[in-house]
């Protein structure tokens, strides 16, 4: 390596002023891509940082589900996804350019970013439902065509979280238009609530793609593994660019609102809408009428209560509630557990996050399926936030190499370097990484293939993985010993052209 680039791979014969660093015994890795990420914030965090790169992770993709800060001055981000992405430090306002610039050697791991669609349309519209008139998708587009021009890597939407929710397949294909004609991906967190109902989002993906040309990638992509592959292999045979990424886990982790109040009750202010949970009419029809068809419902069940396992509570006075599930924590203050999540909700502003155990819980073999599939790459959705956060953001990277790699032998290291880091690169147009190539930005992870291990589980979920104690990042040795060097070479990448 000389300066941010490797200069040469092979033999090569020491000069008097190089540091030689013996890694005897270890691998050599490009630095890992997480192609979906929530550290838009926590990555300014020493602890998050460390999280990460102790997994090899040296970019994430932030922007993700249609919710981030840019463009505008990123209130609606820091309100509606406080429990997943928190408050951005030193982004005030402005755009793209401006967000990718407080990255840029103010961290130890690169940041790359997509035009949320949600914040667009918030931009525009505000929390309003119904189609958007021409003039305001025109404005829309107008947005991500700057955020683009400015370094995005493409554009994400989020179609269970409002205001997206809101946006219909025409708005979607017209928001397009400018992301085909940058060469740059659609990134989105589908319609239709994954599992059995994939078919929903894939169709709706891929009638954009049909229409406009981009290039798609689903984020999360979980369910039944031969459904989704099925489905994947569909988009291809019609000429779809599609790719996805997915985590190595069989919970997964989302705002408590979301699953447990209805839609109608979720477009609005925060303030507004912890008035409406507070008002005992409301109160009345949610307790007697809404909570009882959860039990009904075959993706939530009598279950609810035992499958939700409090995250992120933005109200002190709840401070204990961490850890514990829904029922539990509602058996303390001696109260039902849905009087329990409406009193938690209202007194966090509905800033409330919590791991869901799903009803049926895959087995690996079915997981390794999906995952070998060409246009996996992958992505821990790590959200960082919260006391008793999913052990995916801490050790996905490790699982895969510890689980997939090493033990079940699902990859080789070489095949485990293309869907970590080789993939994302190339889907996401950051052409000078993924590979330890002469040209390429210097990225490495060292990596002891006995040892590498995830230590995070749903128990201890802020534990460091081990087995990666050394990695550079633009040149610079950002970890050594596990520990940070204080080196923040980190920056925001912007889109960029293959390398020759």
Same mark, same amino acid.
């Given at each position: 390596?000389?300066?941010?680039?490797?200069?040469?791979?092979?033999?090569?014969?020491?000069?008097?002023?190089?540091?030689?660093?013996?890694?005897?015994?270890?691998?050599?890795?490009?630095?890992?891509?997480?192609?979906?990420?929530?550290?838009?914030?926590?990555?300014?965090?020493?602890?998050?940082?460390?999280?990460?790169?102790?997994?090899?992770?040296?970019?994430?993709?932030?922007?993700?589900?249609?919710?981030?800060?840019?463009?505008?001055?990123?209130?609606?981000?820091?309100?509606?996804?406080?429990?997943?992405?928190?408050?951005?430090?030193?982004?005030?306002?402005?755009?793209?350019?401006?967000?990718?610039?407080?990255?840029?050697?103010?961290?130890?791991?690169?940041?790359?970013?997509?035009?949320?669609?949600?914040?667009?349309?918030?931009?525009?519209?505000?929390?309003?439902?119904?189609?958007?008139?021409? !003039? @305001?998708?025109? =404005?829309? +587009?107008?947005? /991500? $065509? %700057?955020?683009?021009?400015?370094?995005?890597?493409?554009?994400?939407? #989020?179609?269970?979280?409002?205001?997206?929710?809101?946006?219909?397949? !025409? @708005?979607?294909? =017209?928001? +397009?238009?400018? /992301? $085909? %004609?940058?060469?740059?991906?659609?990134?989105?967190?589908?319609?239709? #609530?994954?599992?059995?109902?994939?078919?929903?989002?894939?169709?709706? !993906?891929?009638?954009? =793609?049909?229409?406009?040309? /981009?290039?798609?990638?689903?984020?999360?992509?979980?369910?039944?593994?031969?459904?989704?592959?099925?489905?994947?292999?569909?988009?291809?045979?019609?000429?779809?660019?599609?790719?996805?990424?997915?985590?190595?886990?069989?919970?997964?982790?989302?705002?408590?609102?979301?699953?447990?109040?209805?839609?109608?009750?979720?477009?609005?202010?925060?303030?507004?809408?912890?008035?409406?949970?507070?008002?005992?009419?409301?109160?009345?029809?949610?307790?007697?009428?809404?909570?009882?068809?959860?039990?009904?419902?075959?993706?939530?069940?009598?279950?609810?209560?035992?499958?939700?396992?409090?995250?992120?509570?933005?109200?002190?006075?709840?401070?204990?509630?961490?850890?514990?599930?829904?029922?539990?924590?509602?058996?303390?203050?001696?109260?039902?557990?849905?009087?329990?999540?409406?009193?938690?909700?209202?007194?966090?502003?509905?800033?409330?996050?919590?791991?869901?155990?799903?009803?049926?819980?895959?087995?690996?073999?079915?997981?390794?399926?999906?995952?070998?599939?060409?246009?996996?790459?992958?992505?821990?959705?790590?959200?960082?936030?919260?006391?008793?956060?999913?052990?995916?953001?801490?050790?996905?990277?490790?699982?895969?190499?510890?689980?997939?790699?090493?033990?079940?032998?699902?990859?080789?290291?070489?095949?485990?370097?293309?869907?970590?880091?080789?993939?994302?690169?190339?889907?996401?147009?950051?052409?000078?990484?993924?590979?330890?190539?002469?040209?390429?930005?210097?990225?490495?992870?060292?990596?002891?293939?006995?040892?590498?291990?995830?230590?995070?589980?749903?128990?201890?979920?802020?534990?460091?993985?081990?087995?990666?104690?050394?990695?550079?990042?633009?040149?610079?040795?950002?970890?050594?010993?596990?520990?940070?060097?204080?080196?923040?070479?980190?920056?925001?990448?912007?889109?960029?052209?293959?390398?020759?």
């Amino acid at each position: 390596m000389r300066g941010s680039i490797i200069e040469a791979v092979g033999t090569i014969v020491a000069e008097p002023e190089d540091t030689v660093i013996d890694v005897t015994g270890r691998y050599l890795m490009p630095g890992f891509i997480d192609a979906h990420s929530h550290a838009d914030a926590a990555v300014f965090s020493t602890d998050v940082q460390r999280g990460l790169l102790r997994q090899g992770v040296t970019t994430v993709i932030a922007g993700q589900d249609g919710v981030s800060y840019a463009p505008g001055d990123g209130a609606y981000a820091t309100e509606y996804f406080g429990a997943l992405n928190g408050r951005h430090p030193t982004y005030g306002g402005g755009g793209v350019a401006e967000l990718l610039a407080s990255y840029d050697e103010a961290t130890p791991v690169n940041v790359g970013y997509l035009v949320p669609a949600g914040t667009v349309r918030h931009e525009i519209r505000g929390y309003s439902p119904g189609s958007s008139t021409p !003039a @305001e998708i025109a =404005a829309m +587009c107008e947005l /991500v $065509a %700057a955020g683009l021009e400015e370094g995005a890597l493409g554009l994400s939407t #989020g179609l269970d979280y409002v205001p997206n929710i809101h946006a219909d397949t !025409a @708005e979607l294909t =017209a928001l +397009c238009r400018p /992301v $085909a %004609a940058a060469g740059a991906i659609y990134v989105t967190h589908m319609r239709g #609530g994954y599992e059995d109902d994939s078919r929903i989002g894939i169709d709706e !993906a891929s009638e954009i =793609a049909l229409a406009t040309g /981009v290039s798609v990638h689903v984020s999360h992509y979980h369910g039944p593994s031969d459904l989704l592959i099925d489905l994947a292999d569909g988009m291809a045979s019609r000429g779809i660019d599609m790719s996805f990424d997915a985590y190595p886990y069989r919970r997964g982790c989302t705002l408590l609102a979301m699953p447990l109040l209805p839609p109608s009750l979720l477009s609005g202010p925060r303030a507004e809408l912890v008035t409406t949970l507070r008002d005992p009419a409301v109160r009345a029809n949610l307790l007697n009428d809404w909570f009882p068809s959860l039990d009904a419902n075959p993706k939530m069940g009598p279950e609810w209560p035992d499958n939700l396992t409090l995250a992120h509570i933005a109200a002190p006075e709840y401070e204990w509630a961490h850890g514990l599930t829904v029922r539990a924590a509602a058996s303390r203050v001696a109260r039902d557990p849905a009087s329990f999540t409406l009193e938690l909700l209202a007194a966090s502003s509905l800033e409330v996050s919590a791991v869901m155990k799903v009803l049926h819980q895959r087995p690996y073999d079915d997981l390794a399926k999906l995952f070998m599939h060409s246009s996996h790459v992958a992505g821990s959705d790590g959200i960082y936030l919260g006391a008793h956060p999913h052990p995916r953001a801490w050790g996905t990277f490790a699982k895969y190499l510890r689980l997939f790699t090493r033990e079940r032998r699902d990859y080789n290291w070489a095949e485990a370097a293309v869907h970590l880091s080789g993939r994302a690169a190339q889907r996401f147009c950051l052409s000078d990484r993924g590979r330890l190539w002469p040209g390429y930005a210097a990225d490495v992870a060292v990596v002891d293939p006995a040892l590498v291990s995830d230590e995070a589980d749903y128990d201890a979920p802020r534990t460091d993985a081990i087995g990666i104690d050394a990695v550079f990042v633009g040149g610079q040795q950002v970890l050594a010993g596990g520990q940070l060097t204080g080196a923040t070479s980190g920056r925001g990448l912007r889109r960029s052209a293959p390398v020759k």
